[in-house]
């Protein structure tokens, strides 16, 4: 079945300093990419998405390129701030599988950014 | 735009009662609304999709009789812990979606379920 693999945490940064939290996934069809962030007392919010290989989605200064070779999308900002800090999710939605509807979600990992 | 809320935010109960935690999409109406369950350093595992007017369609494994999911309007969806027990003690997330599959779902904030 389809499964998602990301990094262990808590990931104890200072601030401007460059981040990647990796994720990993399985998939039996083509799948696409999420990454959602959980702010503190907060429901998970859509970060970025990619839909196909080679893409890569952006938002807020973060950055996951979908590697379909390595079967990879890994999250990665160049200098973060107290205010990223969060946990980030990695999930997939495959189309053949669950047409679609269905997240399959990575168990998280924690970003603390200390000043 | 695109608020989901949740309620309560935590509970406790005790062993054998039932306890109903309610989903809200306050800004738009939600075609489907997913059920999802947290364990500490675990996954999001999906429970249960409803669509509005419609039975729930229940992941494998999951209990239907035990984890009542009534999506009775396009804003309101409601999960029912039945006879509850410790190991349901848990956080329930919710998250709506309006539209297609193309569209994103919207995550509510979570409920606290402590069992005693």
């Known amino acids: 079945g389809d499964s998602v693999t990301q990094m262990e945490g808590p990931v104890t940064l200072s601030e401007e300093a460059f981040l990647t939290i990796n994720c990993t996934y399985t998939?039996?069809?083509?799948?696409?990419l999420f990454w959602y962030v959980q702010y503190p007392g907060e429901g998970l919010q859509l970060l970025l998405k990619?839909?196909?290989?080679?893409d890569k989605g952006s938002n807020k200064g973060f950055e996951a390129t979908y590697r379909k070779e390595t079967t990879s999308f890994h999250l990665e900002k160049g200098s973060v701030q107290v205010s990223d800090s969060a946990v980030y999710f990695c999930?997939?939605?495959?189309?053949?599988?669950?047409?679609?509807?269905?997240?399959?979600f990575g168990t998280g990992t924690q970003l603390k950014v200390e000043l | 735009g695109a608020v989901v809320s949740q309620h309560p935010s935590w509970v406790i109960c005790k062993s054998g009662t039932s306890v109903k935690i309610e989903c809200r999409s306050l800004?738009?109406?939600?075609?489907?609304m997913f059920w999802y369950r947290q364990f500490p350093k675990q996954s999001l595992m999906l429970m249960a999709t409803?669509?509005?007017?419609?039975?729930?369609?229940?992941e494998q494994g999951v209990e239907k009789d035990k984890f009542l999911i009534n999506h009775a309007s396009l804003t309101l969806s409601t999960l029912t812990v039945t006879s509850a027990h410790p190991e349901d003690s848990s956080f329930y997330i919710c998250?709506?979606?309006?539209?297609?599959?193309?569209?994103?779902?919207?995550f509510g904030p979570g409920t606290r379920l402590t069992v005693t």
């Open positions: 990619a839909t196909k290989a080679d």
């Open positions: 998250s709506a979606r309006y539209g297609g599959s193309l569209n994103e779902q919207y």
């Open positions: 999930a997939l939605s495959d189309r053949l599988t669950g047409g679609g509807n269905k997240l399959t």
């Open positions: 409803s669509n509005e007017g419609s039975k729930a369609t229940y």
């Open positions: 800004d738009f109406q939600a075609t489907t």
């Open positions: 998939a039996t069809g083509y799948p696409s």
